[in-house]
Every structure is written in structure tokens, then in C-alpha cells.
């Protein structure tokens, strides 16, 4: 049985051409049960990765196929090692067996005809017919992985788990049988600190996708229900999109935060500025355009950032930002080249009101007043910034970042806009320059 499923597994990895050829010359019956087999019928993040490995971490948004995609591993494996040992581990003891057992993709529903296992409910153990057996445990009792050794692991929503890394440390003391003992964890992600070190731990291979990967199989009501609810929000980037935030003890900004504050539409605008943090050499350009209401209240309006960029295409992503907000100044720091930005922005070709300004002190102290303005409900973001509030969750209170990239670009952009709008005069200011005109 093991060189069919390798071979099959061969098969879904070959060229289409090829194998539309080798298909082709199969008898009917035989094409009709390779077409209706699992490998055929799963997207590629739902199939096991190529190579060695020792964990693959399935991080997807609610919907993606996870659970099918465990029950099938799970079944593939108990059918081609016979005798295996499994551990079936879910959040609770009810969640073990409704979803990865009995719930509609669990590993009843997947069972292949002639290889249906036995369910022992008062072991709590799965018996298949070749002599693989699953012991299925919850997380709520890290003590029981004490002792019994396993071959194989599935662990489900893992980031739901009490005691998340007392229970994976339990269960990786466990897998030690059979000569490459590997384990499957199926999760919507979370902001857990040891969810992020596992999946950058050496050995584990990361699978991501969102709840749209699977819409083929979802009911459109369901999409459109989520979309509605929860597009824009910190929430709906974890929950439906699979990505795993981060949530920091002492950080300037929370995500439930950002969250509150957000807005579909900005009012009329009293003043528009585009905050500017030019990159010292080769490396990102923040860009964000910022505005004020009638009612003191500043809007977050675009985030036109960029990345590893030449001078003269972020200076000409700064003058579009510019002339499409209509903007009436751009405040930019110079603290790495004031002559330099200043004949960068010129060579741009439009007339531009540029105001320079000198950081006297670090990014995150710079932030820690515009901080204050969101915390009074003084701010609005005019939309989702998603790569902007990663940076702003990773700036620390007293100093410090510990957000995505090595610097916050447009976090820090978004402090010199605001700070011009709304908190006076900034530091260092030579006052407005009109540079090209």
C-alpha cells in the first residue's frame, strides 16, 4: 500500500500534461477512483509538504479545509504503517471526538471503504483494520501525553489550547517511535507567543491560507455573512484570512484598539498633510497621508508606502500622494540627509510645500503623544492599514520596537503627520520650503 500512495502522490505533483498522459492510459474505473481520491481533490496547502520534516503547522482562517486536511494525513498514514500508534489531541475532550472524529470531516466521514476504524469510546481509542491504533486526548490534561510514545500526532486549533506549550512539550517527549515520528496541527492563529516560535522552529513546514481558499465548498451566505462582519478588522486578518498578529504586552497600540477607531468614510477634511520617514539608503520609504476635520479630529487616509526603492520613485510616490489627497504640505524628516531629500524631492518636477523636520529623539518616543490622541478617541483610520498597524503594534511603551521589518517606516511617517496636524509645532523645524517650483 505504501508504493500506491507514493505513487499517487507522485501523480498529483506531476506536470497536468503529464498527467492528463499517464491518466489516459488507465482503465475507467481506475482513472474515475484516482480523480475521486484525496490527493486529486485537495488544493496544494492541504497536502503534505515535499522533503524532511518533523512538524507541518496548518495556520488557516475558520473554513479553509483544516480539518479534513488532518483526517486525511491522519488516515493516509494509519493505512500505509500498519501497527502505527497515533495521538489525536484537540482542545477538550467533546472537541476530540465532534470534530476530529466524528464531526464532518473528521476521520469517519474520510474513512475509505474497507478501512473504517473502530471506535472504542470507552478507551477513547480509534482501532483500523490493519492494527494502527489512535489514542484521542484532550488538552486540557497535559499530564496524560506523560508517558505513552506515539509515531504520529494531530493536534487541533492549537492556539485554542489551555497550556499550549506545557501539552507540546509533553507531546514532543511522546513522539518517539518509528524512525521519523511527525506530527500535524491544524489552527486558526492567535497572538500567542508560542505559536509564532513554533512555526519558526527548525523542522516545522507552515501552510497558510484564508477561508476564501475554500469558497468552492462553503455556502455563499456564509462568505458573505463573514465578509460583512469582520472584513477590515484585526479580527476578520486572523479569524478568516489566517494570519497570525501579534499582541504585545506594553506596545503603544492594541489591536482591539485600532479596531475601534476604524471608519468607512472620512468627513470633508480641513487640512490633508503626507508624513514622510525617507529611507537612510536602499531600504522602505513610509508614506501616509493624514487629515484633520472640522471637529479636530484626525483621519489616517492612505498608507503609500513603499519598499526597497530608488530615491526618485519614492520621491514620486510622495508628490502623487500629494496631488491626489490634495495635500497642503509634506512634512519630512532629515535627520539622514537634509540636502539629499530636499534635491530628491526637487527632482520630482512638481512645485511641493515641503516642511523638514529633525528627529531629536527615538521613534517610539516621537509616537508615544500620538499614542495619547488615539487613546482620547481623537483619531480615525479610514479603512484597514494593515501593514501600517503591524508597525504601530510594535512600537513599546518606553522605547523600543518589536514589530515586522527592522525599522517602523510608516509608523513612524504616520507620527510625523499627526504630530503636524494635531500637537503644534514639531521639533527641529526650519519651517515650509516650496522645492521645484
Known amino acids: 500500500m505504501e508504493r500506491s500512495l507514493s505513487r499517487l502522490e507522485r501523480l498529483v505533483r506531476l506536470p497536468h500534461p503529464e498527467r492528463d498522459r499517464v491518466l489516459g492510459g488507465l482503465a475507467p474505473s481506475e482513472r474515475l477512483a484516482l480523480l475521486e481520491s484525496w490527493p486529486m481533490l485537495a488544493r496544494p496547502a492541504q497536502l503534505p509538504p515535499d522533503g524532511e520534516w518533523s512538524v507541518w503547522l496548518i495556520m488557516a482562517g ?7 486536511a488532518g483526517s486525511e494525513w491522519v488516515t493516509a498514514m494509519a493505512r500505509r504503517h500498519a501497527g502505527a500508534r497515533f495521538a489525536l489531541i484537540g482542545t477538550t475532550a467533546h472537541d476530540t471526538v465532534a470534530v476530529m472524529l466524528e464531526g464532518e ?25 490493519n492494527g494502527s491504533i489512535a489514542t484521542l486526548l484532550s488538552a486540557v490534561e497535559p499530564d496524560q501525553l506523560r508517558g505513552p510514545q506515539f509515531h504520529f500526532a494531530w493536534c487541533d486549533e492549537l492556539a485554542a489550547w489551555p497550556r499550549p506549550k506545557e501539552n507540546w512539550d509533553n507531546l514532543r517527549m511522546g513522539l518517539r517511535l518509528g524512525a521519523r515520528p511527525r506530527a500535524v496541527v491544524t489552527t486558526t492563529p492567535r497572538p500567542l507567543p508560542f505559536l509564532k516560535q513554533l512555526a519558526e522552529a527548525p523542522g516545522v513546514v507552515v501552510a497558510r491560507g484564508s477561508t476564501y481558499d475554500n469558497r468552492a465548498n462553503l455556502p ?3 462568505l458573505e455573512d463573514v465578509t460583512r462582519a469582520y472584513a477590515g478588522t484585526s479580527l476578520g486578518r486572523q479569524e478568516v484570512m489566517g494570519e497570525l498578529l501579534d499582541s504585545r504586552e506594553g506596545a503603544l497600540w492594541s489591536r482591539d484598539g485600532l479596531d475601534g477607531c476604524r471608519v468607512a468614510e472620512a468627513p470633508p477634511m480641513t487640512r490633508v498633510v503626507v508624513g514622510v520617514d525617507p529611507p537612510a539608503g536602499p531600504g522602505g520609504c513610509g508614506i501616509i497621508v493624514a487629515g484633520i476635520d472640522a471637529d479636530g479630529i484626525g483621519h489616517v487616509l492612505a498608507d503609500a508606502s513603499l519598499r526597497a526603492v530608488k530615491p526618485e520613485i519614492w520621491a514620486a510616490a510622495v508628490a502623487a500622494a500629494y496631488r491626489r489627497h490634495g495635500a497642503d504640505r509634506i ?14 524631492l526637487r527632482a520630482a518636477g512638481a512645485s511641493l510645500p515641503v516642511k523638514q523636520v529633525r528627529a531629536s529623539r527615538g521613534k517610539a518616543a516621537r509616537a ?4 495619547t490622541l488615539y487613546a482620547a478617541g481623537r483619531v480615525r483610520h479610514v479603512g484597514m492599514f494593515a501593514p501600517l498597524e503591524d508597525e504601530m503594534c510594535g512600537l513599546m511603551l518606553g522605547g523600543g520596537y518589536a514589530g515586522p521589518g527592522q525599522s517602523p517606516d510608516r509608523a513612524d511617517a504616520l507620527v510625523w503627520a499627526l504630530t503636524e496636524l494635531m500637537l503644534g509645532a514639531t521639533g527641529g523645524r526650519p519651517g515650509v520650503r516650496v522645492l521645484g517650483g
Open 62 to 68: 475558520r473554513g479553509f479545509g483544516k480539518t479534513r
Open 331 to 344: 512634512v519630512v524628516e532629515t535627520n539622514n540627509g537634509g540636502d539629499m531629500v530636499e534635491a530628491t
Open 368 to 371: 508615544e503623544p500620538v499614542a
Open 220 to 222: 455563499p451566505g456564509f
Open 105 to 129: 470531516s473528521g476521520l469517519l466521514a474520510v474513512a475509505p471503504p474497507g478501512f473504517r476504524p473502530d471506535w472504542k469510546a470507552s478507551k477513547r481509542q480509534l482501532r483500523w483494520p
